[in-house]
């Protein structure tokens, strides 16, 4: 195996092996998530003219998700290349990813459709579909929102996770006998060029067979190359985060640039504000037009990347944001926020079966009670978070690398 060719400037920096505050973006994303629902459920996205845009873009926080999932999991990759270590096999990363998701999903969407805090599944396809978290590929509008509805991005997920080693392995060659700093330009134009060919999926898609949610045009929306600009932002952070750590001079403008994080912060509301009020975006699950949803996309992954820069590239704690990000209740909801993801909408239908309270619709524009909605969202959702957590995900998580740590042994 070629041993990345290091140039005379490079130096071993010690890497950051956690960056303080991610957890907290996590936090941030989840609750931001359960907060559009339940202005949904309210109707408060709706007939509110003035917050209304802003709830409807609330939705961002799925963006979020994708571009840390893009930078945590690609990071390790591109610190192994660029230290010249063999990377292990796909099989132990996509068995820990699986045991990371399936197992409480499981769980939730099966207590969900016994206790009907959730969208009906139609016939065993659909349940097949369902619980095997590949019910988005499908051009049925009942099968794609279906059982647990947010689970969509669970799915898109899933499928970035199973492309990812391959991702990696194709950087790598690219990178072959190339010094650092050529692998690590070569790595940045790859995820650039993974970007483009999100958009080229799109575009296809919609050429294709037009936007109707009827169509594959339609339903391949959520699928993971739809959305492969998203992870392609939180990957291309992480190359440019593993480079610092062999670059001093690199980690030295990198401070200066994230040594007031306030800008960072700053650009994200404004580039969050210009979307909710100059630009004519649906609200709710409607669709203006391709063009405004590309652009509505691309927004996200950029407003996603300003508030992953400060956390990755600044100093820990440093103004007052990240330290709320890096403050210990923060922390904790981050850890659970997979959790708060599953679970938040089961406690919106919980509602409705014991006090009878009406979902607006477009049939029955109800007036509901937004605060309620949230607060019986926010408390039921960290509650069952935090027992899926303990009881579940965390057991499993550290049985699973017990297992590989044994496997790897024989």
Known sequence: M????????????KPRTWFEGLDGLRAFAALLIVVDHSAEFSGLTFRDNWMGPYFARLDIGVCIFFVLSGFLLFRPFVHAQFT????????????????????????????ALIFDLCEPVRDTTGHFLSFGLVHIYSRDISRIFSGITQSWSLVTELGFYFILPFLAMIGRR????????????RLLLWCCALAVGSLVFRIVMFKVSNWEFATWGGASVPWTPSYMDTFAAGMLLAVFSAWIDFHPQLKEKASQLTKKPWIWWTAALLLFWF??????????????????????????????ICLVIPIIFGVPRSGFVLRFLSWKPMAYLG?????????????LYLAINIWGWQRWTLEQPAIGNFWGWLSVSVVGSIAAASLSHHLIESPLTQSSKNFLLRFSRK
């Open 275 to 304: 979307m909710c009020t100059q630009l004519d975006l649906a609200r709710g699950t409607s669709r203006v037009s391709f063009e405004m949803e590309v652009v509505r996309q691309s927004l996200y992954g950029l407003i996603g």
């Open 2 to 13: 070629n041993e990345p060719q290091l140039s005379s400037e490079s130096t071993i920096l």
């Open 174 to 185: 690219l990178g072959k006998g190339k010094s650092l700093h050529q692998q690590a330009t």
């Open 335 to 347: 850890k659970i926020s997979y959790g708060i993801y599953l679970w938040h909408m089961a406690f």
């Open 84 to 111: 010249g270590k063999t990377v292990s096999s796909s099989g132990p990363f996509w068995f820990r990813r699986i045991v990371r998701i399936y197992p409480a999903y499981w769980i939730a969407l099966t207590i």
